[in-house]
């Protein structure tokens, strides 16, 4: 039997402020342990939640970048249920009247475009982070009451792939917006993923199995081609689908059962008491939707009108917002858009990640001034690579450098030619050679010919005159 795949994804986004949803205390990562927390946090009696309103505002941002209906009256419900890492014994969440709603993001896969609808995003507080040892299990509340959206999908992917281009289509968004860090390793994006399986073209829903916490872009999509996998084999065998919650192993790549769900629970919602509903002024809704920054499709849009890039170079860029950031501030030096794309993807990011520097520390006058000495064969591509990039990324104006170091690249042919009557001279063997068909000899002779200029001779057109003058022979 065929079967047509079910996928919708929750997504948990912390935001990027100074302070938690409903109290003052500091947001943090890596600090010490239940070091950023205070008794609104922790549910103390009488203490008193307020809403953080930088917090609805980076709402407000994701809401109009993804397309969603805003709703102006800010509303906020409990969701009871006791649990350790829920301090007060309920979250403070948005149940009922969510932020956003009826949105939608369009992704991109085998050079098709498809549009995944999201039903809603709400603002919630985040839980406090959980540490499960051999014998006992600690707590640390200091990510308790971060500020949190959580961002729900339709059921409108079918394959593992659309899943992660949904989740980096996401991703991107989000991070260009400014809102989240997106650091999915860091539990600062999480993702939950929906699985089910229903006979071809059928309008029913077979029963779903939710993968919990997923932490990379990459593991949505294994966790989800296994998990179809695991079911089709299921109801192949006359077996029946039990509604669960999974999590996905990174050693077996498969997914583990964590507990069988019997139905949905009652967290006994009702309208939060100590948060009267807020009206926003639609003109501040305005002014926020009318700052907000460039996002990845218009960008994408833009590099291909101004630079003419393809659109792998483009995805490629656009993935690394500081590497886009700084390709366009070379821009604004170099003339060739691919040669300064192929440079900012290759040599720059490789001499980055190998001396553990930073885009920031990058002078990029003298970075875009190196790229058009390349590309008006000023400079050859293996003298700019290995011995310039070094010292313009310490800060060397790749003139001086070039002038200093003697290594111009010569390509006049008068220059050139004389040098190579001269090889071929002192070569007879390597000519003869060439004749009988070995076409290592020109590479040889190549190689002669920019040792005795000393490197600086135009490699191409050094091999362009040499096979003209042994054609003559």
Same mark, same amino acid.
């Given at each position: 039997?065929?079967?047509?795949?079910?996928?919708?994804?929750?997504?948990?986004?912390?935001?990027?402020?100074?302070?938690?949803?409903?109290?003052?205390?500091?947001?943090?990562?890596?600090?010490?342990?239940?070091?950023?927390?205070?008794?609104?946090?922790?549910?103390?009696?009488?203490?008193?939640?307020?809403?953080?309103?930088?917090?609805?505002?980076?709402?407000?941002?994701?809401?109009?970048?993804?397309?969603?209906?805003?709703?102006?009256?800010?509303?906020?419900? /409990?969701?009871? =249920?006791?649990?350790?890492?829920?301090?007060?014994?309920?979250?403070?969440?948005?149940?009922?009247?969510?932020?956003?709603?009826?949105?939608?993001?369009?992704?991109?896969?085998?050079?098709?475009?498809?549009?995944?609808?999201?039903? /809603?995003?709400?603002?919630?507080?985040?839980?406090?982070?959980?540490?499960?040892?051999?014998?006992?299990?600690?707590?640390?509340?200091?990510?308790?009451?971060?500020?949190?959206?959580?961002?729900?999908?339709?059921?409108?992917?079918?394959?593992?792939?659309?899943?992660?281009?949904?989740?980096?289509?996401?991703?991107?968004?989000?991070?260009?917006?400014?809102?989240?860090?997106?650091?999915?390793?860091?539990?600062?994006?999480?993702?939950?993923?929906?699985?089910?399986?229903?006979?071809?073209?059928?309008?029913?829903?077979?029963?779903?199995?939710?993968?919990?916490?997923?932490?990379?872009?990459?593991?949505?999509?294994?966790?989800?081609?296994?998990?179809?996998? /695991?079911?089709?084999?299921?109801?192949?065998?006359?077996?029946?689908?039990?509604?669960?919650?999974?999590?996905?192993?990174?050693?077996?790549?498969?997914?583990?059962?964590?507990?069988?769900?019997?139905?949905?629970?009652? =967290?006994?919602?009702?309208?939060?008491?100590?948060?009267?509903?807020?009206?926003?002024?639609?003109?501040?809704?305005?002014?926020?939707?009318?700052?907000?920054?460039?996002?990845?499709?218009?960008?994408?849009?833009? =590099?291909?009108?101004? =630079?003419?890039?393809?659109?792998?170079?483009?995805?490629?860029?656009?993935?690394?917002?500081?590497?886009?950031?700084?390709?366009?501030?070379?821009?604004?030096?170099?003339?060739?858009?691919?040669?300064?794309?192929?440079?900012?993807?290759?040599?720059?990011?490789?001499?980055?990640?190998?001396?553990?520097?930073?885009?920031?520390?990058?002078?990029?006058?003298?970075?875009?001034?190196?790229?058009?000495?390349?590309?008006?064969?000023?400079?050859?591509?293996?003298?700019?690579?290995?011995?310039?990039?070094?010292?313009?990324?310490?800060?060397?104006?790749?003139?001086?450098?070039?002038?200093?170091?003697?290594?111009?690249?010569?390509?006049?042919?008068?220059?050139?030619?004389?040098?190579?009557?001269?090889?071929?001279?002192?070569?007879?063997?390597?000519?003869?050679?060439?004749?009988?068909?070995?076409?290592?000899?020109?590479?040889?002779?190549?190689?002669?010919?920019?040792?005795?200029?000393?490197?600086?001779?135009?490699?191409?057109?050094?091999?362009?005159?040499?096979?003209?003058?042994?054609?003559?022979?």
């Amino acid at each position: 039997m065929e079967y047509d795949v079910v996928i919708g994804i929750e997504i948990h986004c912390e935001l990027k402020t100074v302070s938690k949803m409903f109290s003052g205390a500091p947001t943090s990562f890596g600090q010490k342990a239940n070091t950023c927390v205070n008794e609104i946090d922790l549910g103390h009696p009488g203490a008193m939640p307020c809403v953080n309103k930088e917090a609805v505002k980076k709402a407000i941002q994701i809401c109009t970048a993804l397309h969603l209906e805003i709703d102006p009256l800010i509303k906020f419900d /409990r969701k009871n =249920y006791y649990y350790a890492d829920l301090p007060k014994g309920f979250q403070i969440t948005q149940q009922f009247h969510p932020i956003g709603k009826n949105g939608y993001i369009m992704i991109k896969t085998d050079d098709q475009e498809k549009k995944i609808r999201i039903n /809603r995003i709400h603002m919630e507080e985040d839980t406090a982070k959980q540490f499960h040892l051999t014998n006992v299990s600690l707590l640390d509340y200091n990510r308790a009451g971060t500020p949190l959206v959580e961002i729900v999908s339709e059921p409108d992917m079918q394959n593992g792939k659309e899943a992660a281009a949904y989740v980096e289509a996401l991703r991107q968004t989000l991070y260009y917006l400014g809102v989240s860090d997106c650091k999915m390793e860091e539990g600062s994006m999480r993702c939950d993923v929906n699985v089910s399986l229903k006979p071809k073209g059928s309008n029913v829903f077979g029963t779903k199995n939710e993968i919990k916490n997923l932490n990379s872009i990459a593991n949505v999509q294994k966790a989800i081609d296994f998990e179809v996998a /695991r079911q089709k084999n299921i109801l192949e065998n006359g077996g029946t689908i039990e509604q669960a919650t999974r999590r996905f192993d990174e050693n077996t790549k498969e997914t583990v059962l964590m507990r069988k769900k019997e139905g949905n629970v009652d =967290y006994k919602f009702f309208p939060e008491p100590n948060i009267f509903p807020i009206r926003i002024d639609e003109n501040w809704i305005k002014q926020i939707q009318s700052e907000l920054p460039e996002l990845p499709e218009v960008r994408k849009n833009r =590099y291909q009108k101004e =630079y003419g890039l393809n659109d792998y170079d483009i995805s490629v860029l656009i993935a690394n917002k500081e590497l886009a950031d700084a390709y366009e501030k070379v821009m604004k030096v170099a003339v060739n858009a691919k040669m300064a794309c192929n440079w900012m993807l290759g040599e720059v990011s490789a001499y980055i990640n190998k001396n553990n520097t930073s885009l920031q520390d990058i002078n990029y006058e003298y970075l875009g001034t190196l790229i058009n000495m390349v590309d008006k064969k000023e400079l050859s591509n293996s003298q700019a690579k290995d011995v310039v990039l070094p010292l313009v990324m310490q800060n060397q104006d790749p003139v001086k450098v070039v002038n200093e170091k003697g290594l111009k690249q010569v390509s006049d042919s008068s220059s050139i030619l004389p040098i190579i009557l001269e090889v071929l001279s002192e070569q007879p063997q390597s000519v003869a050679d060439y004749k009988a068909g070995k076409d290592r000899a020109i590479k040889f002779m190549v190689g002669q010919v920019m040792k005795k200029s000393k490197g600086q001779a135009n490699p191409q057109l050094v091999n362009q005159l040499l096979l003209e003058e042994l054609a003559k022979l």
